[in-house]
T-cell receptor, first 110, second 113 residues
Framework: RKEVEQDPGPFNVPEGATVAFNCTYS??????FFWYRQDCRKEPKLLMS???SGNEDGRFTAQLNRASQYISLLIRDSKLSDSATYLC???????????FGKGTTLSVSS | EAGVVQSPRYKIIEKKQPVAFWCNPI?????LYWYRQNLGQGPELLIR????????DSQLPKDRFSAERLKGVDSTLKIQPAELGDSAVYLC???????????FGQGTRLTVV
């Protein structure tokens, strides 16, 4: 089992749609959790950290369920500019390395 | 403030040739990572430095890969000899502390022919 697994995607949605990405991680002792965004042929950039209490940043909401070892990202009112690959990232138990999922590709069309 | 700088951006070499990548992290960042990203995959950690010390190189193929971070600032990653399967994007990242946000460079896209 991979350490971080994500929905296979791709997700193709119209503008204005709400889309949710799911992610599971295998090590229950993992410390921290993040969503990174990666545009085509660009480097990954931090989108948001994920906290146990859940957190929201504008149209983006991230949630963490430690009991189920599950992370989610919800994007409301999708924009064309949201088209990218979204990477689920877990900081390993030792706090020494960021472990990336394969990523889920989102394509928003007009 | 300058971000993480990597060079070259692109490199095409023949198999069995050596290649080296260079990374200049964000000023003041003690932690430096080298990741490899294959097409359609997420980045995979090769090695992590805390200052000049390599503290996690368990995923580095040591038979052909080597890295160094002299003086705890710039870093180089070398492959010798390169194989066809080494074609990938090599990403360097840095962070100010171990558990904080990692900032990535634009990467070096290596093609081995």
């Amino acid at each position: 089992r991979k350490e971080v697994e994500q929905d296979p995607g791709p997700f193709n949605v119209p503008e204005g749609a709400t889309v949710a990405f799911n992610c599971t991680y295998s090590n229950s002792a993992s410390q921290s959790f993040f969503w990174y965004r990666q545009d085509c042929r660009k480097e990954p950039k931090l989108l948001m950290s994920v906290y146990s209490s859940g957190n929201e940043d504008g149209r983006f909401t991230a949630q963490l369920n430690r009991a189920s070892q599950y992370i989610s990202l919800l994007i409301r009112d999708s924009k064309l500019s949201d088209s990218a690959t979204y990477l689920c990232v877990v900081l390993n138990q030792a706090g020494t390395a960021l472990i990336f999922g394969k990523g889920t590709t989102l394509s928003v069309s007009s | 403030e300058a971000g993480v700088v990597q060079s070259p951006r692109y490199k095409i070499i023949e198999k069995k040739q050596p290649v080296a990548f260079w990374c200049n992290p964000i000023s003041g960042h003690n932690t430096l990572y080298w990741y490899r990203q294959n097409l359609g995959q997420g980045p995979e950690l090769l090695i992590r430095y805390e200052n000049e010390e390599a503290v996690d190189d368990s995923q580095l193929p040591k038979d052909r890969f080597s890295a160094e971070r002299l003086k705890g600032v710039d870093s180089t990653l070398k492959i010798q000899p390169a194989e066809l399967g080494d074609s990938a994007v090599y990403l360097c990242a840095s962070s100010s502390q171990r558990n904080t946000e990692a900032f990535f460079g634009q990467g070096t896209r290596l093609t081995v022919v």
